[in-house]
């Protein structure tokens, strides 16, 4: 398990998913705000859009990588795959003899 599993408990893992939630939100909403803000000055500007795209792109990585580490929560895939290959390890140990 990890170590952050070992030493803490379920009120504070959960607590402290419930704070990765909302920072994914905030992070979501301004995301929103900001990009429609600088489109609408893009546009506005006269030429159509000329730029405002580069920022959506750079900052929508960003956040994709966000999302993404928080639905997948690697540290809980990884305990995961540990308690798989240690079952596994144990096995073969038991039919070595």
Known sequence: ???D???STPE???QKRAKELTDLLWHAG???IINVF???LDIIGGDGVNWAYWVTIGWGVGLAFHAL???IDVRRWTDKKAEQ???EERRREAERG
Do not use: D, I
């Open 5 to 7: 599993q070992v030493l």
């Open 12 to 14: 504070e893992r959960a």
């Open 38 to 40: 600088l489109w609408a």
């Open 69 to 71: 580490n928080y639905f």
């Open 30 to 32: 301004s995301f929103l």
């Open 1 to 3: 398990m990890a170590q």
């Open 85 to 87: 290959f240690l079952e």
